[in-house]
């Protein structure tokens, strides 16, 4: 375990290494390069934040309480900054709920997004992962939309070796849903998961489809815990943002996945997420295969980025 956890360190390191570029090589040149803590300082440090995607929101906050906490402890010394606005992250990124709740009862996970962002392979790399655990896991192709989505499943649920339940191209994909819900109940499934189809362009129809989905769990499952996770694209930066906002609107998000922080510069969104959000980031996909999804922890994320190992730090 110990050393699954090392080894998941090293690759969240290496997979955040552009945004750490992009962040953190400009932070240590202003901790070195100014002598003194004054209005530059902080601008320098604010624009490199706001910079590296943490939003404008997050960093003002993240700015302030770096302030208070230098004119609290009398600190002069730039360098001293480090530690305390690494602190300041992490305090910004506490939201409520982090809990994995549907891991350890019946549940079924409904994950959501736009096109292209991942949900398919999330889902793909989460049956393995729960699998890998002992669950049984069942996954409903409700992405009945693209006529491949269902052949890309497929082969993820082969390859995490679980159960798929799928419909024709063109069914309703709340009708997937309701047989895979009844496959679920009838192999006596601890997880269903389920990949939709990504529409964003219309609101209307977008609520009305998931509306149709809630409300056939609602009636056939409804002892099963229910978890709405929204997939967010890592790379599209405060585009992320804003999908997240405009399925909070519409769903009752429990939580995000965070793909393709493997060779972004745009990683700080997940601070903004938590921050502006107050949704907690449960997964990040850190590359393609069926080992690259990971459980997300926000203590360990901000070290990552800022290359500092739990022991360095004090
Ligand atoms: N590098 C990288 N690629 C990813 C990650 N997650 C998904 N992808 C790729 O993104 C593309 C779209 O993924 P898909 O699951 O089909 O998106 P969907 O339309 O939301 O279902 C595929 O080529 C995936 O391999 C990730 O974490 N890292
Ligand atoms: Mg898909």
Redesign the pocket.
């Known amino acids: 375990m110990a050393e699954e956890k090392k080894g998941f360190f090293k690759r969240l390191v290496s997979g955040l290494a552009k945004t750490r570029d992009n962040i953190v090589s400009g932070i240590d040149s202003i901790f070195s390069g100014f002598s003194s803590i004054d209005e530059d300082f902080y601008e320098e440090i604010e624009e490199i934040l706001v910079m590296g995607d943490i939003g404008i929101n997050a960093t003002t906050a993240i700015i302030e309480n770096l302030k208070e906490q230098v004119a609290q402890q009398h600190i002069k010394d730039p360098q001293e900054c480090k530690q305390l606005l690494l602190n300041s992250i992490k305090q910004q990124m506490e939201v409520d709920n982090t809990e994995y709740k549907f891991e350890n009862q019946k549940s079924v996970v409904l994950v959501i ?13 989460l049956a393995g992962k729960l699998k890998e655990q002992g669950k049984k896991v069942i996954l409903a192709a409700a ?1 009945t939309f ?1 006529a491949a ?1 269902g052949e ?1 499943l497929t082969q993820w649920a082969n390859r995490a070796g679980v159960e798929i339940i799928g419909g024709q191209p063109g069914a309703d994909p709340a009708s997937v849903v309701y047989d895979a819900v009844a496959a679920a109940k009838a192999r006596n499934a601890d997880i269903l998961l389920c ?1 939709t ?2 529409r964003l362009h219309n609101k209307k129809n977008l609520m009305e489809e998931l509306r149709k989905i809630y409300r056939i769990l609602e009636k056939e499952y409804p002892e099963a815990y229910l978890e709405t996770l929204v ?1 967010l ?2 790379t599209t930066g405060q585009n992320a943002l804003a999908q997240a906002r405009q399925f909070a609107e519409v769903a009752n998000v429990t939580g995000i996945i965070l ?5 972004t510069a745009k990683g700080g969104i997940a601070v903004a997420i938590q921050s502006e959000l107050d949704i907690p980031v449960k997964y ?5 295969t069926i080992d ?2 990971q459980k997300f922890d926000a203590e360990e994320f901000v070290n990552a980025l800022f290359n500092v190992s739990d022991q360095e730090e004090g």
Do not use: M, P
């Not at 997004?113 to 790399?125: A, D, I, P, R």
């Open positions: 997004g736009v096109n292209g962002v991942g949900k398919t392979t999330s889902v793909g790399k992405d693209r989505a890309q990949d189809a990504g997939v694209d890592g793909t393709k922080l493997d060779g990040i996909g850190v590359g393609e690259d999804l």
